[in-house]
């Protein structure tokens, strides 16, 4: 299986801040690769997808690069609403893994 | 707009049986393949079992294969997730999920509310 590295595991951040949070896949996963944002009681929330992709109806301070087997994932400017775990998951092969999530907190 | 439902949650002893159901809705359910994902408590998200658009290709984690069963019914646009011999470490909200499209090889983009399975004595 593929193993995904997410850091860090939580982070504590202020309102306009920059965040940036990081996943290492242990294999080549070419950019299939997406991004979740998870919210207590809520259902999983695509942000990026193919690495770099922003969802439809996403809002532009949400990003994501990818670099090899190393993928970023950024919020421009942190917002209240943007209290949430993100997480990182691999699509290129089965089964599907996840990093280990990263609780961002305002 | 497409819409994921999931019900048949519950409380299950050790050893028990449960079956989830997963109702979609605005879209064309054959064309895509759908998936199980769980959150145990405090924990982060996990890959359960993925059944593709044809229903003719199935697959599980190593953590329950042999005791769960996925399947899906075309004629009323529903994926079922069939557990037995439940354990205590299978407790968890059950999410489903659709993919982006009918094999395995992309992203979940759509995801229901999850039901919640708790399996205890």
């Known amino acids: 299986d593929i193993q995904m590295t997410q850091s860090p595991s939580s982070l504590s951040a202020s309102v306009g801040d920059r965040v940036t949070i990081t996943c290492q896949a242990s294999?080549?996963?070419?950019?299939?690769l997406t991004w979740y944002q998870k919210k207590p009681g809520k259902a999983p929330k695509v942000l990026i997808y193919?690495?770099?992709n922003l969802e439809t109806g996403v809002p532009s301070r949400f990003s994501g690069t990818a670099s090899g087997t190393y993928f970023t994932f950024t919020i421009s400017s942190l917002q209240p609403d943007d209290l949430a775990t993100y997480y990182c998951?691999?699509?290129?092969?089965?089964?599907?893994?996840f990093g280990g999530g990263t609780k961002v907190e305002i | 707009e497409v819409e994921l439902v999931e019900s048949g949650g519950g409380l299950a002893q050790p050893g028990g049986s449960l079956r989830l159901s997963c109702g979609a809705s605005?879209?064309?359910?054959?064309?895509?393949?759908m998936s199980w994902v769980r959150q145990a408590p405090g924990k982060g998200l996990d890959w359960v079992s993925l059944?593709?658009?044809?229903?003719?290709?199935?697959n599980y984690a190593d953590s329950v294969k042999g005791r769960f069963t996925i399947s899906r019914d075309t004629s009323t646009n529903t994926v079922y997730l069939q557990m037995s011999s439940l354990r205590g470490e299978d407790t968890a909200i059950y999410y489903c999920?659709?993919?982006?499209?009918?094999?395995?090889?992309?992203?979940?983009?759509?995801w229901g509310n999850g039901t919640t399975v708790t399996v205890s004595s």
């Open positions: 999920a659709k993919h982006r499209g009918a094999a395995s090889g992309d992203y979940m983009d759509v």
């Open positions: 605005g879209l064309t359910f054959s064309n895509y393949a």
């Open positions: 059944i593709s658009g044809s229903g003719g290709s199935t």
């Open positions: 294999h080549d996963i070419s950019n299939y």
């Open positions: 193919d690495a770099s």
């Open positions: 998951q691999q699509y290129a092969e089965l089964p599907p893994t």
